[in-house]
């Protein structure tokens, strides 16, 4: 149950939301770029706006990884 807190869109998009003020510049550019980024599919369990969050964090999750900073 501790899990799902964390992986759901809505726990996704509290934790950004948590991380923005400590993001850099840049890092702020990758996550706003993503949670831009147009969705493949419609959420089911989500709102729109959480789901555009998880998927911000998502990508700037991939970005930290791919340069190394993780």
Request: net charge negative; hydrophobic share 35%.
């Amino acid at each position: 149950r501790q899990a799902i807190l964390h992986v759901c869109a809505h726990g996704q998009a509290v934790a950004l939301q948590g991380l923005l003020e400590q993001l850099t510049e840049e890092e702020q550019e990758v996550a706003r770029r993503g949670r831009n980024a147009k969705a493949a599919s419609s959420p089911r369990h989500a709102s729109l706006e959480d789901y555009h969050q998880a998927t911000a964090l998502e990508t700037l999750l991939g970005y930290l990884y791919l340069c190394g900073r993780s």
